[in-house]
């Protein structure tokens, strides 16, 4: 993911960012994309995270790690189901930026041969 600045430090505790969260068919076009919200949950102190985007038709929900000393968050293991109804694992791979990690951007995929899906998303606290 893209961050206009890296994170310098990281807050102890809970935190609530919430965003943006876009997501298509990777070989679609921009006729199949949907836009929608999404929140995520960092919990510092234990290093993990939580994440749930919605669009009208799709959603990404599951659990993570956070790595403090690179900044950046990691799952294969994220649940998303698929406008036409099919549901995929997925992976998430992101980031976060700016002072005390008050940002957190990413990229998610499905884990199956092609990677029919993929998205991105963006949030704040």
């Known amino acids: 993911s ?5 994170v310098n430090t990281f807050p102890t505790g ?6 943006i969260f876009s ?3 990777r070989k679609g076009s921009l006729d199949d994309s949907e836009i929608g919200s999404i ?11 939580s994440v749930n985007g919605q669009t ?3 959603n990404l929900s599951g659990v993570g790690l956070i790595n403090k000393t690179s900044g950046e968050i990691f799952s294969e293991n994220l649940n998303f189901n698929a406008p036409n109804g099919s549901a995929y694992l997925s992976t998430v791979e992101g980031m976060f930026g700016k002072t005390n990690a008050s940002e ?3 990229i998610f995929y499905t884990n199956d041969d092609n990677n ?10």
Do not use: C, H, M, W
């Open 2 to 6: 893209t961050i206009s600045n890296p």
């Open 14 to 19: 809970n935190f609530e960012f919430n965003g």
């Open 23 to 25: 997501v298509g068919l």
């Open 39 to 49: 929140k995520l949950s960092a919990d510092f102190q234990n290093d993990t995270f």
């Open 56 to 58: 009208d038709n799709s």
């Open 104 to 106: 957190v951007n990413g």
């Open 116 to 125: 029919d899906y993929i998205g991105v998303f963006s949030a704040d606290r």
